[in-house]
T-cell receptor
Framework: GEDVEQSLFLSVREGDSSVINCTYT??????LYWYKQEPGAGLQLLTY?????DMKQDQRLTVLLNKKDKHLSLRIADTQTGDSAIYFC???????????FGSGTRLSIRP | NAGVTQTPKFRVLKTGQSMTLLCAQD?????MYWYRQDPGMGLRLIHY???????AKGEVPDGYNVSRLKKQNFLLGLESAAPSQTSVYFC????????????FGSGTQLSVL
């Protein structure tokens, strides 16, 4: 079945690295996404990775993809208070015109 | 740039009442989506549209209807609201489908009493 799983909460100290993990089910997914939702707002695309890549780096963000284990992670270096949000992993189903989202991981920052 | 606009932002209904949520996008996108967001369950797809005049069911379509009479608008209807439909509803659009970035509206908080 279609399923994307994430842990619900993560708490990190300001300045540390945050790692948010995700597992997905469709091995034929072409794209995997990370969206960010700030309080009271809609989701915004944070970054994405093609399924033929293992890693993508974009400033403080690093995405790692393990296709064998169907595991995706998002690392945020030097986590800041502005990174407090809910982070959603999502996969695109190649067989349909839709995206399936995970339950979201709420990232909170400790001083 | 307006992007994706949802109206209303908040609504309280009584059980059995009906209402329509409006989503409008000004980016000439072909694809539009309606999601609901519930605590601990992420976003679940209700219905989507791949172009003007088309609609398709998502994961949780029961109790909802949609229409895409104009390319820029995607309407979500609740004919007889139930407390289980209390949720935050998000509309999204993309240019050419699921392989592209989704643009989201700011959401509608709906409470059904």
């Amino acid at each position: 079945g279609e399923d994307v799983e994430q842990s619900l909460f993560l708490s990190v100290r300001e300045g540390d690295s945050s790692v948010i993990n995700c597992t997905y089910t469709d091995s034929s997914s072409t794209y995997l996404y990370w969206y960010k939702q700030e309080p009271g707002a809609g989701l915004q695309l944070l970054t994405y990775i093609f399924s033929n890549m293992d890693m993508k780096q974009d400033q403080r963000l690093t995405v790692l993809l393990n296709k064998k284990d169907k595991h995706l992670s998002l690392r945020i270096a030097d986590t800041q208070t502005g990174d407090s949000a809910i982070y959603f992993c999502a996969e695109v189903y190649s067989s349909a015109s839709k995206i399936i989202f995970g339950s979201g991981t709420r990232l909170s920052i400790r001083p | 740039n307006a992007g994706v606009t949802q109206t209303p932002k908040f609504r309280v209904l009584k059980t059995g009442q009906s209402m329509t949520l409006l989503c409008a996008q000004d980016m000439n996108h072909e694809y539009m989506y309606w999601y609901r967001q519930d605590p601990g369950m992420g976003l679940r797809l209700i219905h989507y549209s791949v172009g003007e005049g088309t609609t398709a069911k998502g994961e949780v379509p029961d109790g909802y209807n949609v229409s895409r009479l104009k390319k820029q608008n995607f309407l979500l209807g609740l004919e007889s609201a139930a407390p289980s439909q209390t949720s935050v509803y998000f509309c999204a659009s993309s240019y050419m489908g699921a392989n592209e970035k989704l643009f989201f509206g700011s959401g509608t908080q709906l409470s059904v009493l």
